[in-house]
C-alpha cells in the first residue's frame, strides 16, 4: 500500500507532495498559520468566507464561478479552523488533470484562480467591500450563536475553557461575537495584510506532478524568512482537578472529561497514544462503549477523542442527571484498568486493524491524504513507517502510556427535571 511523499523546503515555504496518478483530480491545498491570538481569532475566521466571495479581477460570486464551471467545474474554496495551538486559514483548488482532457493550460489557468483568490482580494479604498462584510458578519453571528444550541459542541466548549490556561486556546475557531462586533472593512483588510505578510505557508498537493512542476506553478508565493515548522504547545502539568456543572432546560445532559496527556506529538509514541485511546473509547470495541454504555447502561453514548497537537484526551457521554456522578466513576475505572493491563490480545489486535485500516483508507481520498499530511508533517513518517508503528504496539506500550493521563477537568452540563 506504499505512498511515497515528498516535503521540501522552496523560499521558506514548506512543500508536501504526493506525487500520484490515481486520482483523476489534483488538489492543492495552501495554509497560512499564526499562533492563537484572542485579538485576531474571529476576524480570520471570518476572513475566508469574505475572501472566496469574489476577487479584485472577479468582483461578484457569480463572476468568480464563471471560470471555473469552464476548466471543467473546479473548485476553490476558503475555510479557516484551530490547530493544535494555531489558527490556520486554507485555500484549496480542485482540478481534473489537464491530460485527461487534453487541455494542456488548465493547470495553469486553475491556479491562476488561487493566485488570484489568495493574493488579489477585492479591496475598495477603505478595505475589503462593505456589503460582503455586512453580510457575513450576520452569517457568521448565526454559525457563532449555533453553538450553544447545539449541546455536545457546546458542552466541549466549555470544557475547553476549564482546562485552558491561555485565554486564547478556549476561543472557539469561529471566534466571538464580541469581537465580531468590532470588525470594519478596514480592520478586516489588516488581518489580511498581517496574514500574507506574517503567516507561516504550507503547500500540500496531491497529484501527478514532479517537484520541479510544483515549484514552477507555485512561484506566485512570496519568499518567507525561516519561520518554526510548528507551534507545539508546551505540555502543562494538572494542579487538581477543575469542575463546572451548568444546568440547561434539556432531556440529556452532557458529562465531558478533559485529561492532559505527557506526550510529545512529534513522536512515535503520538501514534501510539491512538492505540490507547482505541481501547479507551475511540472504537465500538472500547472499554467505555462495552462498560458504561452497554453493560452498566450508564450513557447514551460514551465515547474519547485523543488531540495529540492539544496533548489532552476528551472523553463525551449523553448520561441522565441522576447517573452523571456513576457514570464519572465508571468512566475513572476504564483508564484504570488499562493503566493496569486490564485488556485482552485480542481487543489489542482489533484495536490495531482498526488503526490500520483507517490508514489503508487514506490512499482513496485526496482530501484525506492531505489531512493526514497535515497531521503528520511533525513526525515525519511515511503512512507505511506509522502502520509499521501500530503493528508493533505491546501491552507494555499501552501501560506506560495510559499512565501519562491524567484527568485535569470534568465539565456537566446537566438536564433541568
Do not use: C
Not at 475547553?160 to 478586516?188: H, R
Not at 525561516?226 to 477543575?242: C, D, L, Q, W
Amino acid at each position: 500500500m506504499s505512498q511515497s511523499f515528498k516535503q521540501w523546503k522552496r523560499d521558506g515555504v514548506t512543500m508536501h507532495l504526493v506525487p500520484t496518478d490515481k486520482f483523476k483530480t489534483t488538489t492543492v491545498l495552501v495554509t497560512f498559520s499564526a499562533p492563537l491570538k484572542r485579538e485576531t481569532i474571529t476576524s480570520r475566521a471570518l476572513l475566508p468566507y469574505i475572501m472566496e466571495k469574489s476577487t479584485a479581477a472577479y468582483p461578484s460570486m457569480k463572476a468568480l464561478r464563471e471560470p471555473l464551471e469552464t476548466l471543467y467545474d473546479a473548485g476553490l474554496y476558503a475555510d479557516a479552523s484551530k490547530f493544535g495551538e494555531e489558527h490556520v486559514v486554507s485555500f484549496q483548488l480542485d482540478f481534473v488533470r489537464p491530460e485527461l482532457v487534453h487541455h494542456e493550460t488548465l493547470m495553469e489557468e486553475a491556479l491562476e484562480l488561487l493566485e488570484q483568490m489568495i493574493f488579489y482580494p477585492d479591496l475598495t479604498e477603505g478595505g475589503f467591500r462593505e456589503q460582503f462584510v455586512k453580510q457575513e458578519k450576520r452569517l457568521h453571528e448565526q454559525r457563532i450563536a449555533s453553538v450553544y444550541d447545539d449541546k455536545m459542541r457546546y458542552a466541549q466548549q466549555r470544557l475547553l475553557e476549564l482546562m485552558a490556561q491561555d485565554e486564547a486556546v478556549s476561543i472557539p475557531s469561529l471566534g466571538t461575537i464580541e469581537y465580531l462586533k468590532e470588525i470594519t472593512e478596514a480592520s478586516l483588510e489588516d488581518t489580511y495584510q498581517a496574514m500574507v505578510g506574517e503567516d507561516r505557508i504550507d503547500v500540500f498537493v496531491v497529484g501527478n506532478l514532479t517537484e520541479d512542476q510544483l515549484e514552477d506553478v507555485m512561484s506566485f508565493l512570496p519568499k518567507q524568512d525561516e519561520k518554526s515548522a510548528h507551534f507545539i504547545p508546551v505540555r502543562k502539568s494538572v494542579a487538581g482537578t477543575k469542575r463546572l456543572v451548568e444546568s440547561q432546560p434539556i432531556k440529556q445532559s452532557k458529562l465531558h472529561l478533559g485529561y492532559r496527556v505527557d506526550v510529545d506529538p512529534s513522536s512515535a509514541d503520538s501514534i501510539l497514544m491512538q492505540a490507547v485511546n482505541g481501547l479507551f473509547g475511540g472504537f465500538p470495541h472500547s472499554k467505555l462503549f462495552m462498560n458504561v454504555r452497554e453493560k452498566e447502561s450508564l450513557a447514551y453514548y460514551a465515547a474519547s477523542r485523543y488531540a495529540a497537537l492539544n496533548g489532552q484526551l476528551y472523553v463525551y457521554a449523553g448520561v441522565e442527571a441522576s447517573k452523571a456522578e456513576r457514570a464519572e466513576q465508571i468512566i475513572g475505572e476504564q483508564l484504570l484498568a488499562l493503566q493496569r493491563g486490564e485488556f485482552t490480545e485480542e481487543e489489542l489486535d482489533q484495536t490495531k486493524a482498526m488503526l490500520i485500516n483507517a490508514r489503508k483508507q487514506i490512499l482513496d481520498q485526496p482530501g484525506q491524504l492531505i489531512g493526514w499530511l497535515n497531521g503528520s508533517k511533525m513526525r515525519g513518517l511515511t503512512l507505511d513507517e506509522e502502520i509499521d508503528v501500530i503493528e508493533r504496539v505491546t501491552r507494555e506500550d499501552i501501560v506506560r502510556l495510559a499512565g501519562k493521563i491524567e484527568l485535569d477537568a470534568v465539565y456537566l452540563l446537566r438536564g433541568e427535571e
